[in-house]
């Protein structure tokens, strides 16, 4: 699980993708350069970091607008601005990266733009417009990303989230399995691992639409509105499942749980054994198919207003869902903040489940 996640590296392109997206000034100017068939290299950072680097050029000092990076950009050299991109510092600006840093460009240009980045790190992104590809490639530290054009980042998508709905639709059937495998105290270790993997998977396709939404910018509201439809209660689910099946059992051992499940790769998201480890499990063969029992917060979560603070005293009184479900409603009435009304709601939720099986 060395080195960055994915995941982890989206998010941080994604934090650059959002200043270049459609509706952005700085697309504009991209738009404008891109249309008069030019060139452009623009760095975006701390200027006294990038100082070391920079040699030539004029001091421009001005506010950034579209129209001036466009005016300033038909010059050779490489146009400076500010990291929150309102300020012009430098146009026609002569950049001397490391040259020892690694480029796997092959443009003097692009070679450029990678060693910057790469020598830079967080503390700038750099833009490369080709007038020869029509591309506008982003740069940030190691990693670097192509702008797609907008029909078909939309394409893409869009057929994102056809799969999406897919993987959505199996995991509400998962969990609807697991709800009568619950009730009838039959959870093998297996199942509650296939339930997370394809959570999980579901979660890293959202991740990547995310990724899309923000390089589409006020062309993506659309796809991100039937986004957040879909992933709706997604994450609370897994939280729950995990409060209900980690070994350890502790609020801050289930959160580190979820921040494992992120960091697998994908091939060892494909592992049982791997995704039963994480929750705290050998994930021998013969120990994936032994039976388990949930605590209950998952399946009480379920029933309609149920507040999650009472659901966390009754799983703290009666330690498990089996036990919560052989209580009489009496008992389950003495428990702080249940009263006789809530106790009524959760046998009857609870034997609903049951009998859907």
Excluded: W
């Amino acid at each position: 699980m060395g080195g960055k996640t994915e995941k982890e590296i989206q998010e941080r392109l994604m934090s650059v993708l959002e200043k270049v997206a459609p509706g952005t000034e700085l697309r504009e100017a991209f738009n404008r350069i891109l249309q008069v068939g030019s060139g452009a290299l623009v760095v975006a950072g701390d200027l006294q970091e990038l100082k070391g680097i920079m040699s030539g050029g004029f001091r421009i000092a001005c506010d950034f607008t579209a129209p001036r990076l466009f005016e300033l950009a038909k010059m050779d050299g490489a146009v400076i601005l500010s990291k929150n991109l309102k300020t012009i510092y430098h146009a026609n600006v002569h950049l001397v990266p490391d040259p020892t840093i690694i480029t796997h460009e092959a443009g003097m240009r692009h070679r450029t733009a990678e060693r910057v980045a790469r020598q830079m790190g967080d503390k700038a992104f750099v833009v490369a417009i080709s007038e020869k590809m029509k591309s506008v490639s982003v740069y940030l530290g190691d990693d670097h990303f192509t702008l797609e054009s907008i029909p078909l980042a939309l394409a893409k998508a869009d057929q994102a989230l056809q799969t999406l709905g897919r993987y959505r639709a199996r995991l509400d059937e998962k969990y609807g399995v697991l709800d009568v495998l619950e009730v009838e105290d039959m959870v093998t270790l297996k199942d509650v691992v296939e339930v997370l993997q394809r959570n999980e998977r579901v979660g890293r396709i959202a991740d990547d639409i995310r990724f899309r939404v923000s390089e589409l910018g006020v062309d993506g509201r659309l796809v991100s509105l039937q986004l957040n439809e879909l992933m709706a209660g997604v994450e609370n689910q897994e939280k729950l499942l995990v409060k209900d099946y980690d070994i350890r059992g502790s609020r801050k051992s289930s959160e580190k749980v979820i921040d494992n499940l992120g960091a697998l790769s994908n091939k060892e998201l494909m592992s049982d054994a791997s995704v039963a480890r994480v929750l705290g499990h050998r994930g021998s063969s013969e120990l994936l198919n032994k039976l388990v029992r949930p605590r209950g917060f998952r399946i009480l979560s379920t029933i309609p207003r149920m507040p999650a603070s009472v659901v966390e005293k009754v799983v703290a009184r009666f330690d498990n869902l089996r036990n919560i479900m052989m209580a009489s409603t009496a008992l389950l009435d003495e428990v702080d903040g249940v009263g006789q009304r809530r106790a009524i709601a959760i046998k009857e939720g609870l034997d609903r489940i049951s009998e859907s099986g």
